[in-house]
């Protein structure tokens, strides 16, 4: 009986080491073809990139979640660059739904739909991503929009939801409230916004010109 248990043992052992072995190079195999897709993408052949990825994406293997995502990143944005968006707003639809908080997804997905023409469902998409992550670039893209369809009144609304904090995206709206007040020709409140604006982002190039400008139209 202590032979057989013996044996088992050591059966059960092989298939464990037979199954990692596998499982590796099913991994090195997936990071290889990952490896030649990003090339063709930085070459902007979109398609031999798609071809790849789809390949590496059909690999599977237990270590390989974090990289799957990053390729269908990628793949999404290759389908985006071929202007594809169908396509690419369904990788991005799927990977929302693995990372619910992930606020690149909901941007992309957005852009895709803005870049389709679809200005009214890349709002609904914003204002999703908006609502899931609290992220301000969200409002930041949907007051673009508003800008060009110049309703600067939604614009404003906006802008001033997102100009709370401090961080980036913060900046970017208060850097979108002097566009919102310079197209709508109120260049006063245009150049205060923008010399607060300088004052505490004193080394943004494109605000010191914007500010030399509205100082001229005062």
Known sequence: MGKLVRILALLALVAIIA?????????QTKKELRADALLYFKEEDYTK????????LKV???????IDRDMQCYLAESYLDMDDYEKAEQIYQKLQKK???NALYYLQEGVCSKASGDYEQAME??????EKTRD??????ICEIYIEQKEYDKALDYARQGMNGGDTAGAELMYELIIIYEKSEDYDKAYEAAKEYCDLYPDDERARKELIFLSSRI
């Open 125 to 130: 998409i914003f204002q999703k991503g908006w």
């Open 60 to 66: 599977k293997c237990l270590f390989g979640g974090n």
């Open 19 to 27: 199954t990692g072995f596998i499982q590796w190079n099913a991994y």
């Open 49 to 56: 990139t798609i071809g790849y990825l789809e390949k590496a």
């Open 99 to 101: 990372e619910p908080s």
């Open 136 to 141: 301000p670039a969200f409002l930041s893209r």
